[in-house]
């Protein structure tokens, strides 16, 4: 298939590069809880419940004549955490849908943090609520996954896949300006992200032993899944040191990783070039370890 950047360009820069790929070809329905799935039919489910709160829905793409052998993409969306929605990937699932047609999907929301009730742990368990309702025997595939986040949603891809899977079913990670180790000095000494440590985590900057919890470069081993990392030099929301903590950590664990920063670039505001560069990257990478 020749390859159309502009279609994953939507992971990036959503507001300048909008892509719309319709599957006619797909029934849009949302049967009932119980509904076995056709194996042989192809599903694009909306709003599907994998727990009680309201926040905890996920859409699903699952495609036809799937078996156990069916591998999962899982799109987890940024917003500090405390903002965003499944919505914001929308348009990356529909180009996934594109270039792996074969994969199964699910784009997932999770209840958001706030002082009161903060990120973690209950996005990590939202996390893992999700993997087990796409597990279940009536969505026919596999527990194989690979994980796609941006910011909040590349730290949370991260923080799961390194501490939170003890079998392994995570199979590679795509992380886009994740944060990766919140014991940086870069942001624990900084006041411009005093209000992050909160919304992350009990106590904030005074729950050490939180904050170490929550840096997934400190949770890396040699048992971690192969990971490609994006960051912009000029982000003003995730220090850069934040990639060379998180890389060179799963370097020294021999675990195969690709990190790329973008000169002049911010928060995942690639140019056009970077963009291309980003999406050749992915490519290549999911056709090596998630094919």
């Known amino acids: 298939m020749q390859l159309n950047f502009n279609s994953f360009k939507t992971l990036f820069s959503p507001a300048i590069f909008l892509l719309l790929i319709v599957f006619s070809a797909c029934k849009k329905n949302n049967p009932g809880a119980e509904t076995d799935y056709d194996v042989a039919q192809a599903y694009n489910l909306q709003n599907i419940s994998y727990g009680t709160d309201n926040q905890q829905k996920m859409d699903i793409y699952l495609p036809a ?18 903002g965003g929605d499944k919505a914001d990937f929308t348009s990356l699932m529909n180009s996934l849908k594109t270039y ?13 943090a706030t002082q009161s009730s903060p990120a973690y742990p209950k996005q990590i368990d939202d996390i893992q609520a999700a993997l087990n309702e796409i597990s279940l025997p009536k969505y026919s595939v596999s527990s194989q996954f690979f994980l796609l986040g941006a910011s909040a949603g590349g730290h949370l891809s991260l923080l799961y896949a390194y501490g939170f899977d003890p079998n392994h079913h995570v199979k590679g990670i795509c992380n886009t300006v994740g944060p990766s180790d919140m014991t940086d000095p870069n942001y624990l000494n900084n006041p411009v992200y005093a ?26 081993t040699a048992a971690s899944p192969p990971t490609i990392s994006f960051y912009g030099e000029l982000d003003p929301l995730v220090p850069t040191s934040q990639m060379s903590r998180l890389h060179d950590a799963l370097t020294a664990n021999n675990v195969y990783n690709q990190a790329t920063m973008y000169q002049g670039a911010g928060h995942g505001n690639w140019n056009t070039q970077q963009s291309n560069d980003c999406i050749a990257k992915i490519l290549l990478f999911v056709n090596t370890y998630f094919p």
Not at 65 to 82: A, E, M, P
Not at 197 to 203: A, E, K, M, N, V
Request: hydrophobic fraction near 35%.
């Open 100 to 112: 792996y047609p074969n994969h199964a999907i699910i784009n997932i929301n999770y209840r958001l």
């Open 195 to 220: 209000s992050v440590y909160p919304t992350l985590i009990s106590g904030g900057t005074q729950n050490q032993a939180g904050i170490e919890a929550v840096s997934p470069a400190l949770r890396v």
């Open 65 to 82: 004549n799937r078996n156990s052998s069916t591998k999962v993409f899982v799109l987890i969306h940024g917003g500090g955490w405390s």
